[in-house]
């Protein structure tokens, strides 16, 4: 017997619909620890529903790390509690908000990579890489962050001009977008090169994040390094299920 979805206008997404139907489900315990779900075919049948659509609240659970999906077995139940999201930010408190954020590419050159760089990308340190050097302010300030950002030597034949629509436009054409990364805060005291660009003295402290940005196929894109005058930023840290 298949279950109604609501297919008015306005109603929720069938995937969502469906994702709020087995999240019920666990919550109440017709779904247990360690039991394998129905198949998308038998969602098909049960729901009235494509299978794009179940795989896709399939995926949705995935996500929030309420259940697995395993070769040869199928999807798994791992959790009844929806995990929770962190999400971290560090935003410019310039009391500027209504002026949008604006990035300016300073110079892109070919340099041999620091030792720590070097590895992350699996190489070795005589193999030049990219090094986009930009800074990032808002309309009518001072730069208030500079950002130093080493890319894959997948890239070839770069240039400022190829920048010209934004970093990530660019990756996306080479194939290279950025699927997951992983971010490293510090506070640090400002480089000589920090200090040139930003116009700051030696003592001004820093908040640096490193980021390392992988494509879907877990390759390193992007090893950047973002250093922000701590005075012009906080550190946001939020959390919802």
């Excluded at 697995?68 to 999807?75: F, N, S």
């Excluded at 034949?157 to 510090?186: C, H, P, R, W």
């Excluded at 879907?216 to 005058?229: K, M, P, S, T």
Aim: overall charge positive; some cysteine.
């Amino acid at each position: 017997m298949k279950e109604e979805l609501d297919y008015s206008r306005g109603a929720k997404p069938l995937y969502a619909q469906l994702y709020d139907i087995l999240l019920g489900k666990l919550k109440t315990g017709e779904y247990k620890k360690n039991d394998v779900l129905p198949t998308e075919a038998k969602f098909e049948e049960i729901f009235g529903v494509s299978r794009i659509t179940a795989r896709r609240a399939l995926a949705e659970l995935a996500a929030k790390g309420l259940v697995k999906r395993q070769a040869g077995i199928g999807t798994m139940v791992i959790s009844a509690l929806e995990k929770q999201e962190v999400k971290a930010r560090v935003q410019l408190v310039d009391g500027q908000q209504q002026h949008p954020i604006e990035r300016k590419n300073l110079r892109l050159e070919q340099r041999l990579p620091p030792p720590d760089v070097a590895k992350a990308f699996g190489l070795d340190d005589k193999t030049p890489l990219f090094l986009l050097t930009r800074t990032i302010y808002r309309q009518n300030t001072q730069p208030a962050q500079v950002n130093y950002i080493w890319l894959t030597s997948r890239l070839h034949n770069l240039s400022l001009a190829s920048l010209s629509e934004g970093l990530y436009n660019m990756l996306e054409k080479y194939g290279e977008n950025i699927e997951s990364f992983q971010d490293v805060i510090t506070a640090e005291l400002p480089t000589q090169e920090d200090c040139r660009i930003l116009n700051i003295c030696s003592a001004e402290p820093m908040l640096v994040k490193t980021r390392k940005g992988y494509n879907a196929r877990a390759e390193l894109v992007e090893f950047g390094i973002a250093r922000h005058i701590a005075s012009s930023y906080q550190y946001v840290v939020e959390n919802s299920r």
